[in-house]
């Protein structure tokens, strides 16, 4: 059974940085495609960076050139390092698997972490 355990957030000022970590168990990344998805009040939850099997990595247009998505493979974690922050970046951010290939609907991942608030005031 797949075991995801988000880290890191927290209160910061717009420009700061932030890094997230997710702990994963009961799977294989080079199986699995691991993504950061995040909502907003009042808003659908929405892809922000994903990473294949491969190691290949996808962003969001909002977040590109901002956030990088990384993984350890020997510790089974992965990492969104988050800078240039915005208060619009402001949201839950949730860890997700699914087996397989990249995909950027949050409907086909099947396991997801508990999530972790991230606040950048103006």
């Known amino acids: 059974q797949v075991h995801l355990v988000e880290s890191g957030g927290g209160l910061v000022q717009a420009g700061g940085s932030l890094r997230l970590s997710c702990a994963a168990s009961g799977l294989s990344f080079s199986d699995y495609t691991m993504g950061w998805f995040r909502q907003a009040p009042g808003k659908e939850r929405e892809f922000v960076a994903g990473?294949?099997?491969?190691?290949?990595?996808y962003y969001a247009d909002s977040v590109k050139g901002r956030f990088t998505i990384s993984r350890d493979i020997a510790k089974n974690t992965v990492y969104l390092q988050m800078t240039s922050l915005k208060p619009e970046d402001t949201a839950v951010y949730y860890c997700a698997a699914k087996y397989g290939s990249m995909r950027r609907d949050p409907r086909v991942f099947r396991s997801w972490g508990q999530g972790t608030q991230v606040t950048v005031s103006s």
């Open positions: 990473i294949s099997g491969s190691g290949d990595t």
